[in-house]
Structures are given as structure tokens and as C-alpha cells.
């Protein structure tokens, strides 16, 4: 089965967030991309709000419940306490952890789970006790990927950035590519599945796609916005399914 898509809704909330206005509408944008067949919905609700807000959070989850409740909710953040407490409020189906200072401008690097396994183990433990399935971010790492098993991940994210950087250097991105595979291998093979995500686009997924088969989902949001600028969002989550193979 191809992999599922899951739309990163915070470049719409920041766009949002510039007037602070009601539009563009986070909510009814979500909506599109689950009447076009998006798999999900992604958030990052950081502790300044300067995405997603803390507000738009159960307006996501009722949109879930009420209209596409085969769709899934993925929230990912840094796991602080005040994090921990919004995700047991609500329920996501799955919680993506990320390494974030909150001054970082976007996600840019993995865990290093060597040194994190003790501080991630007794958060994974909780969060997994409160029904919710756990993908931990990843760097291109296959030990670093066998450790994040050890720590009880259901999943791990694989950050994509170096390889969507590399959008004009084809031997580059190849190489790119074979570390994330590599990390994908040795994660499954460890009994973990496999996400990716950051700066995916419709040119570099389908040999994302063709190197892991057993990708479970991507989490898309820039360069998905900005499609959609273009395409419209109906039209940009189509293309997005397709370069996934759907």
C-alpha cells in the first residue's frame, strides 16, 4: 500500500496568523484536504502559537470525529509537560516527538537516541498508556533507528530536509536518499514503521517512495501550501496522492 499523506496545516496557520484574522481558515482548509482524499491532518502547536494554536486544536479533532473519521490526527512538538498535557486532551492517534528549542524556526534535526532513551522511554511509556502511537523524529541513523525501538516508538519520522535540499543536485539527492533508506531498513527490520517528512514535494517523492516501499505516511506542509497557492488545495492533495502512488 502506498504511503498515506498527512497535511502539515501550520504554513496555513502562519499565513493565518499574520493579520490575525479568521481566514485563511485552518479548519476549512483541513476540510479540503480530507474531501480530496488527504489521509490526515498534521499540527505543531509550539509553545509561542506562532503556527497552529492551542485554540485550533479541538476544532481539529471534531472535524475528525464529526466528518472524516477515518482520518487521523498527528500532532508533533517537543514532549515538555504543558505538550504532554494538550495531546492527552486530544487524543490524537498519533504523536510525533521532535528535538525543538523553542526558538527553532522549523524541525531541522532528529534525536539522537543514545543520548535521549533516557529522557524519551518513560514519555513514550505514557503516551502509549494513554492510547496514542508514538513515531519518534529521525535522522538518517540506522543504530540510532534499532535504539528508538528500545525506547518502545511504534514509528520513527525520517527528516527529509537534507534530501529536499538537494532539488538541483541529482547525485547529491541519490546519496541522500540511500542514508534515509538505509536508516528505513534497519527500522524495519527492527519491527518499527517508518514516516518521513520535511520538504517533500511532488518531484522528489516518488523515488522516496520507490527506495522504501513500506513507507507508512508523509507529513507535508510547505511545500503542500505552497502547491496549493497554485493548484488549489484539492487539486495540490491529488498531486501529492499521486506522487505517493495512490
Known amino acids: 500500500m502506498p504511503a498515506k499523506l498527512s497535511v502539515n496545516l501550520n ?23 480530507l474531501s480530496a482524499g488527504a489521509h490526515g491532518l498534521t499540527v505543531h502547536p509550539r509553545p509561542d502559537e506562532r503556527h497552529t494554536r492551542h485554540s485550533d486544536l479541538p476544532e481539529i479533532r471534531a472535524l475528525i470525529d464529526d466528518e472524516f473519521p477515518k482520518a487521523e490526527f498527528n500532532i508533533e512538538g ?21 528535538p525543538d528549542d523553542p526558538a ?12 535521549s532513551a533516557a529522557f524519551l522511554t518513560p ?32 514509528r520513527i519520522e525520517l527528516y527529509t530536509g537534507p534530501y529536499g535540499s538537494c532539488h538541483s543536485d ?43 516501499p513500506a ?8 511545500g503542500l501550501t505552497a502547491d496549493a497557492l497554485e493548484y488549489g488545495m484539492a487539486g495540490t492533495v491529488g498531486r501529492f496522492l499521486r506522487a505517493c502512488g495512490w
Open 11 to 33: 504554513a496555513i496557520a502562519m499565513l493565518r496568523n499574520r493579520r490575525d484574522l479568521p481566514w485563511p481558515s485552518v479548519t476549512g482548509l483541513g476540510r479540503l484536504a
Open 78 to 98: 517537543y514532549p515538555s509537560e504543558d505538550f504532554l498535557a494538550l495531546v492527552e486532551k486530544h487524543q490524537p492517534e498519533q504523536v510525533t516527538l521532535v
Open 104 to 115: 527553532q524556526a522549523t524541525s531541522d534535526h532528529g534525536w539522537n537516541f543514545a543520548t
Open 123 to 154: 514519555i513514550v511509556k505514557r503516551l502509549k498508556k494513554a492510547g496514542v502511537r508514538v513515531s519518534l523524529f529521525s535522522d538518517s541513523d540506522p543504530d540510532g533507528a534499532r535504539i528508538a525501538r528500545e525506547i518502545g516508538a511504534d
Open 170 to 212: 541529482f547525485a547529491k539527492a541519490a546519496k541522500e536518499l540511500e542514508r534515509l533508506g538505509k536508516t528505513a531498513d534497519a527500522a524495519l527490520g527492527a519491527g518499527l514503521q517508518v514516516n518521513a517528512g520535511h520538504d517533500l514535494t511532488v518531484n522528489n517523492l516518488p523515488a522516496l517512495a520507490k527506495r522504501i
Open 215 to 222: 513507507l507508512a505516511e508523509v507529513s507535508i506542509g510547505h
